[in-house]
Nanobody, 124 residues
Framework: QVQLIASGGGLVQPGDSLRLSCAAS????????MAWFRQTPGKGREFVTG????????YYADSVRGRFTISRDNAKNTVYLQMNGLKIEDTAVYYC?????????????????WGQGTQVTVSS
């Protein structure tokens, strides 16, 4: 069966960095766009960043552009989210999603598979 397992979250202070990982299995990883979304109790699920199935394009929410970087390693079936300069408002559960032959865009409904999420807490 398809599994997307997110990891790397934790408790950090403002200005710190974290790297999240999402390891995929049960699918042909190189054929899927991958993306990161985040969710808080008040906001619902919002787009953070995504990468096209062939790695040829990336997209970022305005709130994270310049601070976060998405990348993929097809040999490891893993997508990463490097988060620098973390802010309190980045606190959320972060989810990875997979979209077959997708562009890595912001539409929640286009992603076929989802990971379980990993908690990121930024607090002073």
């Amino acid at each position: 069966q398809v599994q997307l397992i997110a990891s790397g979250g934790g408790l950090v202070q403002p200005g710190d960095s974290l790297r999240l990982s999402c390891a995929a299995s049960g699918l042909t990883f190189g054929n899927y766009a991958m993306a990161w979304f985040r969710q808080t109790p008040g906001k619902g699920r919002e787009f953070v960043t995504g990468i096209k199935w062939n790695g040829g394009a990336t997209y970022y929410a305005d709130s994270v552009r310049g601070r976060f970087t998405i990348s993929r390693d097809n040999a490891k079936n893993t997508v990463y989210l490097q988060m620098n300069g973390l802010k309190i408002e980045d606190t959320a559960v972060y989810y990875c999603g997979a979209d077959r032959y997708g562009s890595g865009g912001a539409s929640v409904s286009t992603y076929e598979y989802w990971g379980q999420g990993t908690q990121v807490t930024v607090s002073s």
